[in-house]
């Protein structure tokens, strides 16, 4: 800085100018107010000052580089990463100037897995600032971890195709929070798993997309046996004509506690078929699809109740071959038939065909037989000389039917309980029949159908919540709606188990909430949220 320094003045000559602060014309003034002073002495020592202000204002702004941005992935098992670096120092034309990280971490901090942005101000003595900024990103590439149970083995419940089965449903872990488990095939615990093979399979999914997946299988067999009831015993007699009777039937149809079962016959004929006479045994049998099989059978007895016929030569009448008392007669001897085969035929009286009959009336008697004791007669005479026919009396036909069957006509009604199909309630339902007869007889059956609670209530905390203390205090009064539990069935309770209700004064620092909600089962479901407070500081300086 240049100027033109004062020169004094007097009545009289001989005063002299000196400087007595400041600096001289053409010096380096000083960032600031520099205070130039002169003073002029005459002859006679009186004296006279002035002075002037040089003021020199800093605007160079200070300068400051940070590091290149950085990148890497997370430490194992931990959602962080510890990052060294080299914390960027600003430089100015004037001494004096200050650095502070105004964000972010310092160097050796674990930055947490995302992206950290790390800012820098330099400021110097005149209050000009600069900054820079650099950011950590960190990667996570670590997976999740997730433990599916062991396999499961049953067999269905009584009368079902099916057995509820309960488990413990895995859930995922990661070196980072907010991993999410999701079923992906199969089933969930406590519900009617279907006979055979059902793959159960499980996805954890991380915050960065990370992905691990377990499996395992519910095998169910069917070890209950098909069902099959066969008509009652059939009797009948014989079609007329013929040695057999056609009996149509309801055929018997198998069932299970699964679909698909199929039912044969394995013996007999079938139903519309022409059944002999005799004994004839119809057996069925039904084959679940695992292989399980039930019999029954019944039996078609045909009576044959027709009688054999046979049918005699006309009277032979005739006299005596002369010179004897008696004649040599020739004939056709009777032969029976029957509409069933094997009838025998035999003579009970008289004499054979060319046998010599006497004199008189000789009564010629034949006797058929079937197979099933039936039997029929005729006879017929020859008289030789003798008009007078021999008599015979037969006893009368007989006719009988078969023994009466059993009664009919059960009703079965339902006493207690809920029908089948129907939503039974978690708890004990008993189920009561009660069957009665057509004479009025009865008889009672029952059975329980037990429903356990195993699903878990839920419940959801409010978001975490972050805050300043209140003005000269060291908390801060926080306000939230406090979570409620729920549940499938009715008077889930919940409970704060740990922090403090809404409010409440939370001190500077975390403060966590929790809650548990218990189900009327005992099943219990929680949760949690963090409060966090920050504190205020002030700096104060004496005046000099």
């Given at each position: 800085?240049?100027?033109?320094?004062?020169?004094?003045?007097?009545?009289?000559?001989?005063?002299?100018?000196?400087?007595?602060?400041?600096?001289?014309?053409?010096?380096?003034?000083?960032?600031?107010?520099?205070?130039?002073?002169?003073?002029?002495?005459?002859?006679?020592?009186?004296?006279?000052?002035?002075?002037?202000?040089?003021?020199i204002s800093d605007n160079e702004l200070p300068t400051i580089t940070c590091p290149a941005n950085i990148t890497g992935t997370n430490d194992p098992g931990l959602c962080s990463k510890v990052v060294t670096f080299t914390a960027p120092v600003g430089g100015d034309n004037c001494a004096g100037q200050i650095t502070?990280?105004?964000?972010?971490?310092?160097?050796?901090?674990?930055?947490?897995?995302?992206?950290?942005?790390?800012?820098?101000?330099?400021?110097?003595?005149?209050?000009?600032?600069?900054?820079?900024?650099?950011?950590?990103?960190?990667?996570?590439?670590?997976?999740?971890?997730?433990?599916?149970?062991?396999?499961?083995?049953?067999?269905?419940?009584?009368?079902?195709?099916?057995?509820?089965?309960?488990?413990?449903?895995?859930?995922?872990?990661?070196?980072?929070?907010?991993?999410?488990?999701?079923?992906?095939?199969?089933?969930?615990?406590?519900?009617?798993?279907?006979?055979?093979?059902?793959?159960?399979?499980?996805?954890?999914?991380?915050?960065?997309?990370?992905?691990?997946?377990?499996?395992?299988?519910?095998?169910?067999?069917?070890?209950?046996?098909?069902?099959?009831?066969?008509?009652?015993?059939?009797?009948?007699?014989?079609?007329?004509?013929?040695?057999?009777?056609?009996?149509?039937?309801?055929?018997?149809?198998?069932?299970?506690?699964?679909?698909?079962?199929?039912?044969?016959?394995?013996?007999?004929?079938?139903?519309?078929?022409?059944f002999p006479v005799g004994t004839t045994t119809n057996a069925f049998r039904v084959t679940d699809a695992a292989g399980n099989t039930a019999t029954c059978s019944f039996t078609v007895s045909i009576s044959d109740n027709e009688l054999p016929t046979i049918t005699c030569p006309a009277n032979i009448s005739g006299n005596n071959d002369p010179g004897l008392c008696s004649k040599v007669v020739t004939f056709s001897a009777p032969v029976g038939a029957d509409n069933c085969a094997g009838p025998t035929t035999t003579q009970t009286a008289g004499l054979a065909s060319g046998a010599a009959f006497p004199v008189g009336t000789t009564t010629n008697a034949y006797l058929v037989t079937d197979a099933a004791g039936n039997t029929a007669t005729c006879n017929f005479t020859v008289v030789i000389s003798d008009n007078q026919l021999p008599t015979i009396t037969c006893p009368a036909n007989i006719t009988g039917n078969n023994d009466a069957d059993n009664c009919a006509g059960p009703t079965t009604t339902q006493t207690a309980g809920l029908a089948s199909g129907a939503a039974f309630p978690v708890g004990t339902t008993t189920n009561a029949y009660l069957v009665t007869d057509a004479a009025g007889n009865t008889a009672t059956c029952s059975f329980t159908v037990i429903i356990s609670d195993n699903q878990l209530p839920t419940i959801t905390c409010p978001a975490n919540i972050t805050g300043n203390n209140d003005n000269g205090l060291c908390s801060k009064v926080v306000t939230f709606s406090a979570p409620v539990g729920a549940d499938n069935c009715a008077g889930p309770s919940t409970t704060q188990v740990a922090g403090l209700p809404s409010g409440a004064a939370f001190p500077v620092g975390t403060t966590t909430n929790a809650y548990l909600v218990t189900d009327a089962a005992g099943n219990t479901a929680t949760c949690s949220l963090r409060l966090s407070s920050a504190t205020v500081s002030c700096q104060r300086s004496l005046a000099q």
């Open positions: 800085m240049t100027f033109t320094a004062p020169v004094g003045a007097d009545n009289c000559a001989g005063s002299t100018t000196t400087q007595t602060a400041g600096l001289a014309s053409g010096a380096a003034f000083p960032v600031g107010t520099t205070t130039n002073t002169f003073r002029v002495t005459d002859a006679a020592g009186n004296t006279a000052t002035c002075s002037f202000t040089v003021s502070t990280q105004i964000a972010g971490l310092p160097s050796g901090s674990a930055f947490p897995v995302g992206i950290t942005t790390n800012v820098y101000r330099v400021t110097d003595v005149a209050g000009n600032s600069a900054s820079c900024s650099f950011t950590v990103t960190i990667s996570d590439t670590q997976l999740p971890t997730i433990t599916c149970p062991a396999n499961i083995t049953g067999t269905n419940d009584p009368g079902l195709c099916s057995k509820v089965v309960t488990f413990t449903a895995p859930v995922g872990t990661d070196n980072c929070p907010s991993a999410t488990t999701t079923q992906t095939a199969g089933l969930s615990s406590g519900a009617a798993f279907p006979v055979g093979t059902t793959t159960n399979a499980y996805l954890v999914t991380d915050a960065a997309g990370n992905t691990a997946t377990c499996s395992f299988t519910v095998i169910i067999s069917d070890n209950q046996l098909p069902t099959i009831t066969c008509p009652a015993n059939i009797t009948g007699n014989n079609d007329p004509g013929l040695c057999s009777k056609v009996v149509t039937f309801s055929a018997p149809v198998g069932a299970d506690n699964c679909a698909g079962p199929t039912t044969t016959q394995t013996a007999g004929l079938a139903s519309g078929a022409a």
